[in-house]
């Protein structure tokens, strides 16, 4: 199996399918905060993550018939605000990676092709005891884009908005203060006069329709 060095590029985050020796590759790198802070960035959203300290990826990629298998595991360590009291949210987060890399090319053709019915089971050469869950990705002209990869796994794991009770926050808090401060306010607000809504809506109406 052929070990790929670090560099501070990650230039080695682009394969060469035709290029892979036939026993295997072998990755493993320390992301950078700013690299991946820059992988994950949203313009337009304001609570996009942000990388707090350095990821650590190890990966292996296999071919097989006419597949790349990647395997392997990265743990990273993300910031977002709360969208509910706009504080800074820790999370940490491990990825395992099992996918099977198939060239879009194929993929298209695939969708070209008119829908047939057939054993699922069979077409993809899994038995009824196999237990491993056969996850795909795509890869074009011939290059895997593994920081691509990355981003993905790393959106499909995360939540879409952070809060500060999130089960894979760190320093977790049972409620935002913003959130509690809201819901005593209302609630002391509405016990102590039932009716105070009632009081409200009384007031905007005009004086000739007041009882």
């Given at each position: 199996?052929?070990?790929?060095?670090?560099n501070?590029?990650l230039?080695?985050?682009?394969?060469?399918v035709?290029?892979?020796?036939?026993t295997g590759l072998?990755?493993k790198?320390?992301?950078p905060?700013d690299?991946?802070?820059?992988?994950l960035?949203?313009?337009?959203?304001?609570?996009a993550?942000?990388?707090?300290?350095?990821a650590?990826?190890?990966?292996?990629?296999?071919?097989e018939?006419?597949?790349?298998?990647?395997?392997g595991?990265?743990?990273?360590?993300?910031?977002?605000?709360?969208?509910?009291c706009?504080k800074?949210?820790?999370?940490?987060?491990?990825l395992?990676?099992?996918?099977?890399?198939?060239?879009?090319?194929?993929?298209i053709?695939e969708?070209l092709?008119e829908?047939e019915l057939?054993d699922?089971d069979?077409?993809?050469?899994?038995?009824?005891?196999?237990?491993k869950e056969?996850?795909e990705?795509y890869?074009?002209?011939?290059v895997i884009d593994?920081?691509a990869?990355?981003?993905?796994q790393l959106?499909l794991e995360?939540?879409?908005?952070a809060?500060?009770n999130?089960?894979q926050a760190?320093?977790?808090?049972?409620l935002c203060?913003?959130?509690?401060?809201?819901t005593?306010a209302?609630?002391?607000?509405?016990?102590k006069?039932?009716?105070?809504?009632?009081a409200?809506?009384?007031?905007?109406?005009?004086?000739?329709?007041?009882m």
């Amino acid at each position: 199996m052929q070990t790929i060095e670090p560099n501070k590029l990650l230039t080695h985050l682009f394969v060469r399918v035709d290029r892979m020796v036939v026993t295997g590759l072998h990755i493993k790198e320390e992301l950078p905060c700013d690299w991946l802070s820059e992988l994950l960035d949203e313009p337009k959203n304001e609570f996009a993550w942000r990388a707090s300290k350095p990821a650590i990826i190890e990966l292996e990629l296999h071919p097989e018939a006419e597949t790349v298998r990647l395997t392997g595991f990265g743990s990273f360590w993300l910031n977002s605000f709360c969208v509910r009291c706009m504080k800074d949210v820790p999370f940490a987060l491990s990825l395992h990676f099992n996918l099977h890399l198939l060239a879009q090319e194929k993929e298209i053709q695939e969708d070209l092709i008119e829908m047939e019915l057939f054993d699922a089971d069979e077409y993809l050469g899994l038995s009824e005891e196999s237990d491993k869950e056969l996850n795909e990705a795509y890869y074009q002209n011939g290059v895997i884009d593994i920081s691509a990869l990355i981003k993905e796994q790393l959106f499909l794991e995360l939540p879409s908005y952070a809060v500060c009770n999130h089960p894979q926050a760190l320093n977790q808090v049972a409620l935002c203060e913003l959130a509690v401060v809201k819901t005593v306010a209302a609630d002391a607000h509405f016990k102590k006069n039932p009716f105070a809504k009632l009081a409200d809506l009384l007031v905007q109406l005009p004086e000739n329709e007041k009882m």
